[in-house]
Nanobody, 115 residues
Framework: QVQLVESGGGLVQAGGSLRLSCVAS????????MGWYRQAPGKQRELVAS???????NYADSLKGRFTISRDNAENTLYLQMNSLKPEDTAVYYC?????????WGKGTQVTVSS
C-alpha cells in the first residue's frame, strides 16, 4: 500500500527556514519520480519542485535559489529545504509520487509565513 506522509510545516517569520519531509512507504523512492506541490487559499495547486529517478531536479522559476528538493534513499524520504521564506510562500505543501503509472498524494502540511 502506497502511502506518503508529510511533516515539518509550521509557523515561521519571513526570512526564516523550514525543512519539510515526506516519508514514503509501499514503494522505493529512488525508483520513482517525486515532487512537491503547494496550494494557497483560493489558488490552484502548483509545482514547487520535482526530482527524477536519476536525481535530476526541477524547480518553479520563482523559487529557484530558495528551495531545494532532495531525497534520502536509505530513509525512503523526500525533503524540501525552504530558505528565505516569504509570506507568499504560505500554503499547504504536498508531496507526490508516480508509481506504476499512478499518481499518489500525501495529505499535506501547512506552512504559514508571517510578515
Amino acid at each position: 500500500q502506497v502511502q506518503l506522509v508529510e511533516s515539518g510545516g509550521g509557523l515561521v517569520q519571513a526570512g526564516g527556514s523550514l525543512r519539510l519531509s515526506c516519508v514514503a512507504s509501499g514503494f522505493t523512492i529512488r525508483q520513482n519520480a517525486m515532487g512537491w506541490y503547494r496550494q494557497a487559499p483560493g489558488k490552484q495547486r502548483e509545482l514547487v519542485a520535482s526530482i527524477s529517478t536519476g536525481g535530476s531536479t526541477n524547480y518553479a522559476d520563482s523559487l529557484k535559489g530558495r528551495f531545494t528538493i532532495s531525497r534520502d534513499n536509505a530513509e525512503n524520504t523526500l525533503y524540501l529545504q525552504m530558505n528565505s521564506l516569504k509570506p507568499e510562500d504560505t500554503a499547504v505543501y504536498y508531496c507526490n509520487a508516480i508509481h506504476r503509472w499512478s499518481l499518489y498524494w500525501g495529505k499535506g502540511t501547512q506552512v504559514t509565513v508571517s510578515s
